[in-house]
């Protein structure tokens, strides 16, 4: 199942940090603590833009295979027309040599933005970040830039993938900022941002105690 949220709650999810997120999920005890997130292979390219949110439009790609021949870009934009929105590409890359690998630029993220999306999220390289930047609206989310787009192929759309450890199906929900990116889980999806305001104020508490030197060792441990 997957969960719809409204306006109003995918507005109040775009205003937390994503580790706020992270902290908030963990309280619904609804996943291991280490499943759900990608590592620090994966980097935020405009960190200055606000936290991305967007349910996930899955895609295998091959970028570094001479000759090989795809299903076309177009079975990926089709599922991405029709899918929830708004929406983030993901495209784990299935090729033999990753770090050479580039899966879209200016082009096909101006394709993808008109079609609903709100970034990409891959292990493996972009391009034209510049450009994408300028567009505005728009965050990559990859493993780094790549100056050539070699044989770029989509290999098959739909199938759950995994980035950098991160498992994601079609229609995951997905929160991403300069942190990494958090898969929201859907059987708490809706408590997710309240959870997080009650996260931020007993931060913010705790910080107001240790500036003010009136902090105790003594009571329940201090954590991050
Ligand atoms: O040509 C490509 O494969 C990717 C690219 O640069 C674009 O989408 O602008
Ligand atoms: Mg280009």
Redesign the pocket.
């Known amino acids: 199942m997957v969960a719809r949220l409204s306006y109003e709650q995918l507005s109040a999810l775009r205003r937390i940090d994503s580790p706020t997120i992270s902290n908030a999920i963990e309280t619904f005890n609804v996943r291991p603590r280490v499943a759900g997130y990608v590592g620090y292979d994966i980097r935020c390219m405009f960190p200055d833009l606000p936290p991305t949110l967007g349910y996930a439009v899955t895609c295998t790609v091959d ?1 570094t295979t001479e000759g090989r021949e795809g299903i076309g870009f177009n079975k990926l934009y089709e599922l991405l027309k029709d899918a929830p929105k708004p929406a983030i590409v993901v495209m784990q890359d299935v090729g033999p040599d990753r770090v050479r690998s ?10 993808m933005k008109h079609l609903g999306a709100v970034g990409i999220l891959t292990d493996g390289g972009l ?2 970040a510049r450009e994408v930047h300028a567009m505005g609206g728009f965050q990559f989310f990859c493993a780094g830039l790549v100056v050539s ?1 070699g044989n ?1 192929i989509c290999v098959s759309v739909g199938d759950e993938v995994t980035i950098s450890g991160m498992r994601v199906r079609c229609g995951d929900l997905l929160h991403g900022d300069i942190n990494g990116v958090v898969h929201i889980p859907d059987e708490c999806a809706d408590k997710v941002a309240e959870a997080a305001y009650r996260i931020w104020a007993r931060e913010e508490e705790t910080m107001r105690q240790i500036a003010g030197s009136q902090i105790s060792f003594s009571g329940s441990e201090i954590k991050h």
């Not at 580039?102 to 394709?111: F, R």
């Open positions: 970028s580039c899966h879209a630029g200016e082009v096909m993220a101006t394709t391009r034209d787009h770029p």
